[in-house]
């Protein structure tokens, strides 16, 4: 008889992967200016630091909020008592105003079919247990976020079957792909129950076009009982055109046929764990306008639920629309110009990103200076940038990309100093690098990572079972 579950014990969760591990790599040994100049850089964790004074500077002006009070008497014990999961009503109505307002008001959301979750990580695993059982499948274009592995399959034995895309367009989904992965998942005896995207899309930070939306609408427009996901967890750190468009702007825009058609089939997840920068706050969401999806994520929500004070402190600040609108103004600006100093700095080392208009990082194409076009090098070259240039950044493989050579490397999660610093620092490497024999440093990585298993590309049946 076992001492634990299956689940306990499976090494399905994905916290081996080079995703999760270089992390650890950085948390022993953290760049500090002072205390540790030659330590690592974290460039692995996709964190908005830039605009934490304007959120400090609305506290200090309203500090009963913080205090948990309300016309000056406090209100703790009515907070900390018992609270419906539904949600406290004044948050949700906030929180609706305030995605409407990303949107630029181009569409509405009726707090009534929005379901608070601990995060966006229980909004998309929640979704899965309300529309597919074990053993279904999704389609997610690649590259996708790396954690999807975790979220989306590990408890609820849903599958992830990748919509191969390729630098050849941008990383685009082209119908081709789209079918393709459609008739894998058929091989594979599997039924596909929809496809859920990112947009902005983490890693590539670029916004979903309406042709890909036209396709995902169409794809699934036929297929009674298939879905449609949109993680549109980095709505608010568009920085540069083309805008954003939510899919349920696609929605509203379609002709009424059309869309009762796939209506109760759409559904929205965010947080506030990117734009506002918020992410140890655990305030998520999941929006659908179907009415059964709405009540099993509500009774499902009873495991992870976000706090009262926390609800009580953030319908406050997003009910401040003057404060909202400087905030979501000012963010946007900062990011555009931290991305620059990213994208410039790399330039300087000759190397290209992606072009990017959203998001917390930058798809960065380091291809050139791969030993041979294999993820067995993309893993040589990630280790030295680790160990030797002492950065942290999220190799392709890990985030399923079909070809090797590609990097997540975030920005916002730093100092304007220390990015310099990492800038420098990749310079170096690159001029060092010239000439030099490949592998000939790749022994004193050999301890260091023996117990580490490399997610190599899906497409790659060498790889390891799928986390």
């Known amino acids: 008889m076992r001492l634990l579950s299956r689940k306990a014990t499976c090494n399905t969760h994905g916290q081996d992967s080079s995703y999760f591990l270089g992390w650890e790599e950085y948390e022993k040994n953290p760049y500090d200016k002072v205390k540790n100049p030659n330590g690592i850089i974290q460039m692995g964790l996709a964190e908005n630091q830039l605009s934490f004074d304007l959120l400090e500077s609305w506290l200090a002006k309203n500090p009963d909020v913080s205090g948990f009070k309300r016309d000056?008497?406090?209100?703790?014990?009515?907070?900390?008592?018992?609270?419906?999961?539904?949600?406290?009503?004044?948050?949700?109505k906030a929180l609706v105003d305030f995605m409407a307002e990303i949107r630029g008001n181009k569409v509405t959301f009726d707090p009534n079919h929005m379901v608070l979750t601990a995060g966006a990580t229980s909004a998309n695993e929640t979704l899965m247990f309300c529309v597919a059982e074990e053993g279904d499948a999704f389609l997610l274009p690649t590259p996708y976020y790396p954690g999807f592995d975790r979220d989306l399959k590990w408890r609820t034995g849903v599958e992830i079957v990748p919509i191969q895309c390729t630098s050849s367009n941008n990383f685009r989904i082209t119908e081709s792909?789209?079918?393709?992965?459609?008739?894998?998942?058929?091989?594979?005896?599997?039924?596909?129950?929809?496809?859920?995207?990112?947009?902005?899309?983490?890693?590539?930070?670029?916004?979903?076009?309406?042709?890909?939306?036209?396709?995902?609408?169409?794809?699934?427009?036929?297929?009674?009982?298939?879905?449609?996901?949109?993680?549109?967890?980095?709505?608010?750190t568009v920085f540069s055109s083309p805008s954003f468009v939510s899919v349920m702007e696609i929605l509203k825009e379609m002709t009424p046929n059309d869309a009762a058609k796939i209506w109760n089939r759409v559904h929205v997840v965010y947080s506030l764990s990117k734009d506002l920068g918020l992410p140890g706050f655990r305030v998520g969401a999941i929006y659908s306008e179907n009415d059964a999806v709405v009540a099993a994520a509500t009774k499902m929500s009873s495991f992870g639920l976000v706090s009262s004070q926390t609800q009580y402190?953030?319908?406050?600040?997003?009910?401040?629309?003057?404060?909202?609108?400087?905030?979501?103004?000012?963010?946007?600006?900062?990011l555009r110009r931290r991305q620059r100093m990213l994208v410039t700095g790399l330039q300087k080392a000759g190397i290209k990103c992606l072009k990017s208009n959203a998001g917390l990082f930058c798809w960065v194409d380091m291809r050139h200076l791969l030993c041979s076009n294999t993820f067995e090098a993309e893993m040589e070259l990630w280790k030295k940038i680790v160990y030797q240039v002492g950065l942290n950044i999220s190799p392709g493989s890990s985030c399923h990309c079909s070809e090797p050579g590609w990097f997540r490397v975030c920005f916002a999660n730093m100092s304007q100093d220390t990015l310099n610093v990492a800038m420098k620092r990749v310079k170096n490497f690159v001029t060092d690098s010239t000439g030099a024999e490949c592998g000939s440093s790749s022994a004193c990585f050999t301890k260091s990572f023996s117990n580490w298993v490399f997610r190599l590309s899906s497409r790659d049946h060498r790889a390891p079972e799928e986390r």
Not at 192 to 221: A, M
Not at 313 to 334: C, G, H, P, V, W
């Open 177 to 236: 792909a789209l079918e393709q992965a459609y008739q894998d998942a058929r091989k594979r005896n599997l039924r596909v129950k929809g496809v859920l995207v990112t947009n902005p899309s983490n890693p590539l930070g670029t916004t979903l076009s309406r042709n890909e939306f036209d396709l995902l609408v169409d794809f699934i427009k036929d297929k009674e009982t298939m879905h449609l996901i949109s993680d549109e967890i980095y709505s608010g």
């Open 72 to 92: 000056g008497k406090s209100i703790f014990r009515e907070l900390a008592l018992f609270q419906d999961y539904h949600g406290l009503p004044l948050f949700k």
């Open 313 to 334: 402190l953030l319908a406050a600040m997003l009910s401040d629309n003057k404060f909202t609108k400087k905030y979501i103004s000012e963010n946007q600006k900062r």
